[in-house]
Nanobody, 122 residues
């Protein structure tokens, strides 16, 4: 079992900043990709940003230049620094972590956090 605990969401005015955190714990041997997704009301969940164990990052076009993803491998934690927030960034943000429970990579996991609400007022 792998548990993810998210924090950092809230209400902010347009142009403001928030920092999301997601800590993974439990039966983890290694973590490959850590990422953030979001889902606005009436819309499908979409990728915001992801980062590999080697530090390579991938961003959705709508956040490039505004959001930064990072991770602390020693603490199994991923962060999302969100700057210049816009009302259209309002959504529930979900953390996603993928990895393995064992050295031989016979048991993988793909876990999701409970979601944290980000609301940006105009």
């Amino acid at each position: 079992q792998v548990q993810l605990v998210e924090s950092g969401g809230g209400l902010v005015q347009a142009g403001g900043s928030l920092r999301l955190s997601c800590a993974a714990s439990g039966n983890i041997f290694s973590i490959n990709t850590m990422g953030w997704y979001r889902q606005a009301p009436g819309k499908e969940r979409e990728l915001v940003a992801a980062i590999t164990s080697g530090g390579s990052t991938n961003y959705a076009d709508f956040v490039k230049g505004r959001f930064t993803i990072s991770r602390d491998n020693a603490k199994n934690t991923v962060f999302l620094q969100m700057n210049s927030l816009k009302p259209e960034d309002t959504a529930v943000y979900y953390c996603n972590v993928r990895g393995y429970r064992d050295l031989l990579r016979k048991s993988s996991f793909d876990s999701w956090g409970q979601g944290t609400q980000v609301t940006v007022s105009s």
